[in-house]
Protein backbone atom coordinates (compact mmCIF):
# COMPACT_ATOMS: atom_id res chain seq x y z
CA UNK A 1 0.00 0.00 0.00
CA UNK A 2 3.12 2.65 0.70
CA UNK A 3 4.85 2.00 -2.70
CA UNK A 4 1.76 2.36 -4.35
CA UNK A 5 0.77 5.68 -2.67
CA UNK A 6 5.10 6.56 -3.22
CA UNK A 7 4.45 5.77 -6.36
CA UNK A 8 1.36 7.74 -7.36
CA UNK A 9 2.51 10.96 -5.57
CA UNK A 10 5.92 10.86 -7.64
CA UNK A 11 3.76 10.26 -10.77
CA UNK A 12 1.73 13.18 -9.98
CA UNK A 13 4.17 15.72 -8.92
CA UNK A 14 6.25 14.62 -12.31
CA UNK A 15 3.40 15.36 -14.20
CA UNK A 16 2.52 18.64 -12.92
CA UNK A 17 6.25 19.63 -13.25
CA UNK A 18 5.62 18.79 -17.22
CA UNK A 19 2.66 20.08 -17.88
CA UNK A 20 3.82 24.13 -15.75
CA UNK A 21 6.78 23.59 -17.65
CA UNK A 22 4.94 23.66 -21.47
CA UNK A 23 3.78 27.06 -21.33
CA UNK A 24 7.33 28.35 -20.82
CA UNK A 25 8.38 28.06 -24.31
CA UNK A 26 9.49 31.32 -25.97
CA UNK A 27 7.72 32.25 -29.26
CA UNK A 28 10.14 32.31 -32.80
CA UNK A 29 12.38 35.13 -33.24
CA UNK A 30 11.25 37.99 -35.88
CA UNK A 31 12.31 37.84 -39.41
CA UNK A 32 15.59 39.27 -40.14
CA UNK A 33 15.26 42.72 -41.60
CA UNK A 34 15.76 43.13 -45.32
CA UNK A 35 18.02 45.11 -47.31
CA UNK A 36 18.08 48.33 -46.99
CA UNK A 37 16.19 48.48 -43.53
CA UNK A 38 17.57 50.40 -40.90
CA UNK A 39 17.62 49.02 -36.68
CA UNK A 40 18.70 47.18 -34.08
CA UNK A 41 20.15 43.51 -35.26
CA UNK A 42 20.01 41.58 -32.56
CA UNK A 43 23.63 40.13 -31.92
CA UNK A 44 24.86 41.69 -34.90
CA UNK A 45 28.23 43.22 -33.38
CA UNK A 46 29.55 40.81 -30.76
CA UNK A 47 33.17 40.20 -30.91
CA UNK A 48 33.43 36.02 -30.41
CA UNK A 49 36.95 35.55 -31.15
CA UNK A 50 38.61 37.99 -29.41
CA UNK A 51 39.55 36.02 -26.32
CA UNK A 52 39.60 32.29 -27.91
CA UNK A 53 43.43 31.89 -27.97
CA UNK A 54 43.83 33.30 -24.78
CA UNK A 55 40.85 30.75 -23.41
CA UNK A 56 42.67 27.81 -25.09
CA UNK A 57 45.69 28.79 -23.08
CA UNK A 58 44.31 28.85 -19.91
CA UNK A 59 42.63 25.42 -20.46
CA UNK A 60 45.69 24.04 -21.83
CA UNK A 61 47.62 25.35 -18.63
CA UNK A 62 45.03 24.05 -16.50
CA UNK A 63 44.99 20.68 -17.70
CA UNK A 64 48.39 20.26 -17.08
CA UNK A 65 48.12 22.14 -14.13
CA UNK A 66 45.74 18.98 -13.12
CA UNK A 67 47.97 16.26 -14.82
CA UNK A 68 50.70 17.42 -12.62
CA UNK A 69 48.62 16.92 -9.37
CA UNK A 70 47.75 13.30 -10.79
CA UNK A 71 50.94 12.50 -11.62
CA UNK A 72 52.29 13.13 -8.34
CA UNK A 73 49.66 11.81 -5.83
CA UNK A 74 50.17 8.48 -8.31
CA UNK A 75 54.17 8.70 -7.47
CA UNK A 76 53.33 9.91 -4.15
CA UNK A 77 51.46 6.88 -3.92
CA UNK A 78 53.81 4.18 -4.63
CA UNK A 79 56.07 5.10 -2.35
Request: without cysteine; glycine residues 14%.
Amino acid sequence: MKKIFTKSIASIILLTGLMLSFPVFADDPPPPPTHGEVGDIPGGGAPIGEGLLILAALGVAYGGYKWYKYHKAKVAMKE
